[in-house]
């Protein structure tokens, strides 16, 4: 099925395509020190496929911190961060979360706590790999 999300105002939009009517969606609430401030609850699927609309770029701010392998896609108008991204081997990858889908069921959802606090940076682009959706499409501008 096709899930929709946008971030509080609709600058950053998202279209996830997902297996399964309906769907069930892994929900890792991360305990690094950004996602515990801003109360990042993020999903991803590898056989998924992500587009992302954003409609004025220069109101989206991109934060990085730590390992610096991970964006941080945050709407500077209105707060939201609906997406990260990583980009591994000329490759990106995404993570969205899950408090910007807006149709999506509670029953849906899998809830599972993650601390990846320990990871070294290579099993943490590993793990990435394996687990983040890997057809990311993001296109800036328009309507
Ligand atoms: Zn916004």
């Known amino acids: 099925m096709v899930i929709n999300g946008k971030c509080h105002c609709g600058n950053i939009a998202l279209e996830l395509e997902w297996e399964g009517d309906p769907p069930e969606i892994p929900v890792r609430a991360c305990g690094c020190s950004f996602c515990v401030k801003h109360g990042g609850v993020w999903t991803s699927n590898p056989r998924s496929r992500l587009a992302v609309a954003i409609r004025d770029a220069s109101r989206v701010s ?4 730590g390992s610096r392998t991970a964006t941080f896609h945050v ?8 997406l990260v991204t990583s980009e591994i081997a000329n490759h990106l990858y995404a993570v969205v979360n899950v408090n910007v889908l807006e149709n999506v069921e509670q029953s849906w959802l899998r809830r599972a706590t993650a601390d990846f606090e320990d ?3 290579e099993s943490r682009l590993a793990r990435r790999r394996r687990n983040w959706i890997a057809d990311v499409r993001i296109a800036e501008g328009g309507a």
């Open 62 to 65: 991109k934060y990085a911190f």
């Open 75 to 82: 709407c500077s108008r209105c707060g939201t961060v609906p």
């Open 119 to 121: 990871e070294d940076v």
